[in-house]
């Protein structure tokens, strides 16, 4: 029987210098898909899975942050008296009840794996999500929804996964596959960012479901790859003392949104995917592709 998953990690203490100048003053996780920030598909994707508690892995500079999910009462009162009740509820999705949200600050920047250890008094001794909210995946239904079903049935920790080009495996953590079920794969080994010589090409994408065990994993507090502390190594962990650890590969698209690239990609991806925008945009892009061709 699995404990239920309820708390869900968000390390958001990056300082997001691929955006720059944008993220001078604003984090980067409030920058916009069509109309909302990233942070808000993240946190969809959580409630969706039956999130309850959202935990915030913050450092200076997130203000802006926390404020956003504050009750806006001014406007959502201008908004009323306006009759404009299609725009209230947008806006009153993105609220979050009192005590929902926890903030700790990751004072030094020392990996994926030190940011979520930062929040190991929250999580106590219950299993934990962890999302990073530069994947941003669109899929039906939403990617921790599936592993959350997925994790009923196999319990232990598991990774979202998707398959990459050989050559790509260097920028990701790798699973070491012991069976492959289909959707699912048992891991006998992962590594972190290979080199040379990646166990398989199935990475791991920025959604975890991951058992109380890998904290104290972490509390070792040992640097792995580029010198910092490696998630990756503490899940490791876990198949080394013989605890289950299982990839799914998920159904959906993902987008890197903490490269430019994969930021514009998605916004074309939701953009036209909005019934109010796809006509007037998708008329926009097929000219914009038919100027560049007749240009070659």
């Known amino acids: 029987m699995t404990r239920k998953v309820t708390k869900a990690i968000f390390p958001v203490a990056g300082l997001g210098t691929r955006f720059l100048p944008a993220t001078k003053s604003i984090p980067k996780e409030i920058m916009t898909l069509v109309d ?11 409630r969706a899975a ?10 200076r500079g997130k203000g802006a942050l926390e404020d956003y999910f504050d009750h806006a009462h001014e406007l959502e009162s201008n908004l009323k008296k306006a ?6 509820e947008t806006l009153r999705s993105t609220n979050m009840e009192s005590g929902a949200i926890a903030y700790i600050r990751q004072h030094k920047a020392l990996g994926l794996g030190h940011a979520v250890w930062c929040a190991r008094r929250l999580v106590a001794d219950e299993p934990f999500a962890v999302i990073l909210t530069d994947d941003v995946i669109m899929g039906e239904p939403p990617c921790l929804q599936q592993m959350i ?5 196999t319990g232990g920790s598991m990774v979202a996964t998707m398959e990459v080009p050989t050559e790509k495996t260097k920028s990701y953590g790798v699973l070491d596959i012991a069976e492959d079920m289909g959707a699912i794969v048992r891991a006998k080994g992962m590594v972190e960012k290979p080199q040379s010589n990646p166990p398989s090409n199935l990475a791991v ?5 991951l058992a109380p065990t890998v904290m104290q ?3 070792k507090l040992r640097q792995g790859s580029g010198g910092e502390i490696q998630l990756t190594d503490a899940i490791a962990d876990e198949i080394e003392e013989g605890r289950g650890v299982y990839g799914l590969r998920f159904r959906g698209q993902r987008f890197d949104c903490g490269s430019k690239a994969g930021f514009l990609q998605a916004t074309v991806a939701f953009g036209l995917a909005r019934e109010e925008l796809k006509d007037e945009f998708g008329d926009y892009l097929n000219d914009l592709a038919a100027i560049r061709k007749a240009a070659e």
Do not use: H, M
């Open 217 to 219: 994993n972490l509390n």
């Open 50 to 59: 039956g999130i309850t508690e959202f935990i915030f892995v913050t450092s």
């Open 83 to 88: 009759g404009k009740t299609e725009l209230l």
């Open 205 to 209: 994408i920025g959604r975890y479901i």
């Open 149 to 153: 079903e997925a994790y009923n049935e």
């Open 36 to 46: 909302r920030p990233l942070i808000q598909y993240a946190i969809d994707e959580a």
